[in-house]
């Protein structure tokens, strides 16, 4: 649990102030800021555990992720309180979440049907085989769909995620019959218990979020009817889609009561806006268990031809223009630190990171590729697994850590090489933030790596940050969200050094190494070769 207040949390506690709810896949926290700056004011935070039933399978209960927001919000107000401010002086709350994780509750008792099935949750690989199967003329095109939603049939999005609950869970198969299942992701369920839950509570979402169901319609904003005849899907259970600044609703009880929900954003166009990449051209990188980079194509839909994804960056209000972005997520970054100190105990903390791969100059030509439940963009191959290549007599544990360092570096120029040919536009900037941006080394690798100026932010909250900046927007219309923020003096860049004739050949062997990862679940012995070596 982490109950911190910052150095803006001394001396004059007068509002007005913003709240944000930021609900991600290890934890929550309910932030106050400054309205229309970046001061945080205090936060709450706690972790919510994740439900691994059997391998590639992550669930989270839906009761623990209220209740844990729930206590955010008291033990932050509470917080505020000891500072002497007023929670009268919240204006309103935003909320922001992790995408993709799909919940189905009962619509008449408000009580979920099943686990929320996590973003990162492979079970549904087996849907996604009985999708393509259905696709005419037996093309198999895992991009069937993405003209009508922008992104290739996956088991990461929440559509077809709810097809394996209708299917898997006879619960949820007859709620849906019945009418009487509603459907939502993290931020649905969020608004939907703290507007009142059974007794009137609110069943809306927002551009962002439904755009990563495959359910939306990318050009129209609104459920396609295709696309829920494609999946089985009825159109009962879905929530009503909203602009991602809005009045969505009003906090039924507890500390906040009475106070207005007017932001709604998934994290990673959350961070977008945080980072104030709000204009054509601008990129930012969000580095934590996963990483995922947005690039934002204004009022235009952008079709990838090269293994990216076309989402909604933001639409700030129900009137306003709708802004796109281009995403490329990599599945495992953060995360493949954890699997070295938790599975094979090559480090002891986190911590040990920068020091370790500093002790090294390179990686002695160590390439890692984290592959463990396949590869995200642009690969978009989940029959991949990890692959640990150039090992010699001399590799020691401090060149695989560089060298994992190194694996989320490579695995972020795949996709900016991507962002390049869909859009033409080199970047010459990269923002960056998440928590692996706290290390120096790791910033000069991206930059050395990708051949651009990276920046990191001043804060690291950018997701909550975005989410409050949008609240604020719906209740202070006049409020300039390209503007200045109380921290936002000029970022220092983290600037290349070394030439691109050492970085392509760098890069040339990091390809290879992908290479050796691709189809591994695919790429079995013959049955024959099989029984003749069980057989040995």
Aim: charged share 20%; with cysteine.
């Amino acid at each position: 649990m982490d109950t911190g207040d910052s150095a803006a949390g001394e001396g004059n506690m007068a509002g007005p102030f913003i709240g944000a709810i930021d609900e991600g896949t290890t934890s929550a926290r309910f932030m106050i800021f400054r309205a229309g700056t970046d001061d945080i004011v205090c936060y709450h935070q706690i972790e919510v555990p994740s439900i691994f039933v059997k391998e590639g399978w992550c669930e989270q209960d839906p009761r623990v992720i209220t209740n844990t927001v729930n206590e955010c919000i008291d033990g932050a107000c509470q917080k505020l309180v000891a500072l002497g401010g007023k929670i009268e002086d919240i204006l309103a709350i935003g909320i922001t979440n992790q995408r993709e994780s799909t919940l189905v509750w009962d619509r008449n008792t408000g009580e979920a049907l099943a686990n929320a099935i996590i973003w990162l949750d492979n079970r549904t690989t087996s849907t996604v085989e009985e999708l393509l199967e259905t696709i005419p003329n037996n093309a198999r095109n895992i991009n069937y769909l993405r003209p009508l939603c922008g992104l290739p049939l996956s088991p990461y999005f929440s559509g077809v995620k709810l097809r394996w609950l209708r299917d898997n869970v006879a619960t949820v198969r007859r709620a849906m019959d019945a009418g009487d299942a509603m459907f939502g992701t993290i931020d649905t369920w969020l608004m939907y218990n703290l507007t009142g839950g059974p007794n009137g509570g609110v069943h809306k979402t927002d551009v962002t979020n439904a755009s990563r169901t495959m359910l939306m319609n990318i050009e129209t904003l609104q459920w396609d009817a295709n696309l829920l005849k494609f999946f089985g899907l009825p159109n009962s259970i879905l929530p009503e889609i909203c602009s991602s600044a809005e009045h969505f609703g009003t906090i039924a009880a507890g500390v906040l009561r009475g106070i207005s929900i007017t932001a709604d954003l998934g994290d990673q166009q959350a961070a977008l806006v945080g980072q104030q990449c709000l204009t054509k051209g601008q990129a930012k990188a969000t580095y934590g268990t996963g990483c995922f980079l947005l690039y934002n194509t204004g009022p235009s839909i952008v079709h990838s031809q090269h293994g990216l994804l076309t989402t909604v960056g933001y639409q700030l209000g129900r009137k306003a223009t709708p802004y796109y972005a281009l995403e490329g997520s990599v599945s495992i970054a953060g995360a493949a630190f954890n699997w070295l100190r938790d599975n094979i105990g090559l480090i002891q903390n986190t911590g040990q990171i920068e020091s370790m791969a500093s002790m090294v100059d390179n990686s002695l030509d160590v390439y890692f590729v984290p592959a463990f439940n396949g590869l995200y963009a642009p690969y978009w191959n989940q029959d991949a697994r990890g692959v640990l290549c150039g090992l010699s007599e001399e590799t020691t544990s401090e060149h695989i850590v560089r060298a994992t360092l190194e694996a989320v570096c490579f695995q972020v120029r795949d996709i900016l090489d991507s962002m390049h040919k869909d859009c033409k536009i080199p970047l010459a900037k990269l923002m960056v933030d998440g928590g692996m941006t706290v290390n120096n080394l790791f910033l000069q690798l991206q930059s050395d790596l990708v051949g651009i100026h990276v920046l990191r932010a001043k804060i690291a909250e950018t997701t909550a940050l975005g989410a409050a900046m949008a609240a604020y927007k719906t209740v202070a219309p006049q409020y300039n969200m390209e503007g200045p923020l109380s921290k936002s003096e000029e970022r220092e860049a983290v600037k290349p050094k070394i030439n691109s004739t050492e970085r392509n050949l760098r890069y040339q062997k990091w390809k290879m190494a992908i290479e050796r990862s691709l189809n591994w679940e695919t790429s079995t012995l013959a049955q024959g070769e099989r029984e003749s070596f069980d057989g040995a």
